[in-house]
């Protein structure tokens, strides 16, 4: 069954560090894997996705994600923190076969930039 | 701003009580999907329409209903409602082109007492 995890509930980073935030998934066949973000009392936002060719996917606000077929992971990475990305970031996958009309959500990760 | 519009923005109402939840999609996307977000939870997909027709079903209860008409809005019907029914309801929309990703509304926030 198709799934991702995101092992780590929060990040916390010093403002001006490289953040990231892991993401592993879980699928047959090839995966289309996204990334979005959550501020307080908002909407998700799409921020990135991968669906085939490179496996350094670039996104908005400066974010990217490496896509790892080896270790089924798609990380997402910042190489200069800003107190401004702090938030609740979602990875997600498409689902396969008959779910394909499915996306699944990992649980979220709070992202902490501290000053 | 995505292009997803939901309706109420807040809503406030008793055990017991119904309540229904608008969506009007991004123009152009055919899908719309409903997400349930409580507090430490994570999204919880309810369900999916495509140009009327429902797609895929998720964790919904058979208290919740959705539907989708004709201009392609959708409205999730929330009845009998229960404290634990008390969350974030998202709808987004998209395309059905397998890479599309899904765009998504503000939310409505659902607190019952």
């Known amino acids: 069954a198709q799934s991702v995890a995101q092992p780590e509930d929060q990040v916390n980073v010093a403002e001006g560090n490289p953040l990231t935030v892991k993401c592993t998934y879980s699928?047959?066949?090839?995966?289309?894997l996204f990334w979005y973000v959550q501020y307080p009392n908002r909407g998700l936002q799409f921020l990135l996705k991968?669906?085939?060719?490179?496996?350094l996917v670039k996104g908005s606000y400066g974010f990217e994600a490496e896509f790892n077929k080896s270790q089924t992971s798609f990380h997402l990475k910042k190489p200069s923190a800003l107190v401004s990305d702090s938030a609740l970031y979602f990875c997600?996958?498409?689902?396969?076969?008959?779910?394909?009309?499915?996306?699944?959500f990992g649980s979220g990760t709070k992202l902490n930039v501290k000053p | 701003d995505s292009g997803v519009t939901q309706t109420p923005k807040h809503l406030i109402t008793a055990t017991g009580q119904r309540v229904t939840l608008r969506c009007s999609p991004r123009?152009?996307?055919?899908?719309v999907y409903w997400y349930q977000q409580s507090l430490d939870q994570g999204l919880q997909f309810l369900i999916q329409?495509?140009?009327?027709?429902?797609?895929a079903k998720g964790n919904i209860l058979e208290r919740f209903s959705a539907q989708q008409f004709p201009d392609l809005h959708s409205e999730l019907n929330l009845s009998s409602l229960e404290l634990g029914d008390s969350a974030l309801y998202f709808c987004?929309?998209?395309?059905?082109?397998?890479?599309?990703?899904?765009?998504f509304g503000e939310g409505s926030r659902l607190t019952v007492l």
């Open positions: 987004a929309s998209g395309t059905e082109l397998p890479t599309g990703e899904l765009f």
């Open positions: 699928v047959s066949g090839n995966p289309y």
């Open positions: 991968y669906i085939t060719g490179d496996n």
């Open positions: 997600a996958v498409r689902g396969e076969g008959t779910n394909f009309n499915k996306f699944y």
């Open positions: 123009s152009g996307d055919l899908s």
């Open positions: 329409y495509y140009n009327g027709e429902e797609r």
